[in-house]
């Protein structure tokens, strides 16, 4: 169940802020629980490493037809995820100017590449960590998160 943070009203610049440690999503005054990929230490690296992205992104869609009933996409992987699969050699020039262009424009970042893709918010149950690198919440919570967020709110991923 979410609890109180504050009782400050929202403010038009707000954002969501995951801390994965705590597994707790903040949305405004109201504070979540949640859960993370299979193996939630560290930030994601690579497709199937399980791990659940750490650093600044944005919602870019919200899906009301989510096989973990409603999801908001973040935009995974961004310019520092590019900029590392490049230089590691994990990513193509063409891939990573891809990657850069969408997040300038603040677009769906590709999907499909060696660093993996397809991060959401979503709902699906908060018993253990199962997701493949995704943050899940309980569906009632999710519900209440999915009609209160805008497409192209910030999402912050702490560790």
Partial sequence: MATKQSNSPLAAESQIVVRKTDRKLTFGDKIYKIILGFEPLGDKEIEGD??????????FTKNDKS???????ISYPDTEDAKRG???????????DEIV????????PPQNTALGGEIYIHGGGTERDWTRGCIAMNDKEMKELFDSVPVGIRVTILS
């Fill in 67 to 73: 096989k973990y009933f409603l999801s908001l996409g």
């Fill in 86 to 96: 490049l230089a590691a050699g994990l990513i193509s020039e063409v891939e990573h």
């Fill in 101 to 108: 262009d969408a997040i300038q424009n603040r677009k769906k």
């Fill in 50 to 59: 399980g791990k659940t992205p750490e650093g600044n992104f944005y919602v």
